[in-house]
């Protein structure tokens, strides 16, 4: 989709920018695959807040993302283009031999009427989901399983990629878009071709009250609150930091601090993303 830039009828306009949508087809939701969606802002089931800045937002129904493309064998047609208000990526409704209806992320370059299809012998072309080991060395590829069977976790917001780098034994070598060189089980399945609505990202918001539609709230600066409500609150004026390093508004360091905790897969990471 391409890049609209919107007339400086307003100060909030000037600096504002969106997309086209061309290639959007249908408007209104597949009925059968959506659910409510219950805002919590940011809450968990406490009611404490755990990720702090989100509430408000406009109210949108959740899409069911197929992302295991199970039905192995049955070819699908794209029937439409479907904007997603849950996601960055754009989703194709896909219309399958057998009957049944499902969502997946638009991959680049699939449009309306292009089959798709999931097998361990599918040509290797945009939309099409196999194991990474019948793949080869080279293909860039989305939606990419970490475990067998559980579904796709990497590689799914708009206008990512990953590169099959090589395989090896049990495993092949991805490399992520962050930079980051991770192996994978060869058995997991991708999906060929690179995620669509790549100009998602120079996409400018152009003023504070776009992010609020999307459940941001306001971020405060730690050096205009109180002590009691900061570390670095208080003084006469503005004030520098006054201890050794900045830190956390619970008082954690927030620079140079290592804050990932040990998991499982770590092992399976060659290079970390980065310089």
Not at 12 to 37: F, S, W
Not at 48 to 60: A, E, I, L, N, P
Not at 153 to 167: D, N, Y
Not at 245 to 260: I, N, Q, S, V
């Amino acid at each position: 989709m391409g890049i609209r830039v919107y007339r400086p009828t307003s100060p909030g306009r000037r600096n504002m920018t969106g997309l086209t949508y061309d290639e959007v087809t249908k408007k209104t939701p597949e009925k059968a695959l959506i659910v409510p969606q219950k805002q919590r802002a940011g809450r968990n089931v406490q009611g404490r807040v755990t990720v702090r800045h989100r509430g408000s937002g406009v109210k949108r129904m959740l899409r069911v993302v197929d992302f295991k493309r199970d039905k192995e064998g049955v070819p699908g047609r794209v029937a439409a283009i479907e904007y997603d208000p849950g996601r960055s990526a754009n989703l194709a409704l896909i219309y399958y031999y057998d009957g049944d209806k499902r969502y997946i992320v638009a991959p680049d370059g699939v449009g309306v009427n292009d089959v798709v299809k999931m097998a361990g012998d599918a040509d290797i072309k945009p939309g099409n989901t196999m194991p990474l080991k019948n793949m080869p060395t080279g293909t860039l590829v989305h939606n990419v399983e970490t475990e067998v069977g559980r579904g796709a976790k990497l590689v799914r917001s708009a206008g990512t990629v990953a590169q099959l780098m090589a395989k090896e034994g049990d495993y092949v070598l991805l490399r992520l878009p962050s930079g980051e060189m991770r192996r994978v089980r060869a058995e997991c399945h991708a999906t060929v071709g690179q995620v669509g609505n790549v100009e998602h990202a120079n996409v400018k918001l152009g003023k504070a009250g776009r992010r609020r539609l999307k459940g941001w709230r306001p971020a405060v600066r730690g050096t205009v609150m109180t002590p009691r409500d900061h570390p670095h609150g208080g003084g006469e004026g503005r004030s520098p930091v006054g201890m050794p390093g900045p830190k956390t508004p619970w008082g954690k360091p927030a620079l140079g601090y290592k804050t990932r905790k040990p998991k499982y897969s770590d092992k399976l990471i060659v290079k970390r993303r980065g310089k």
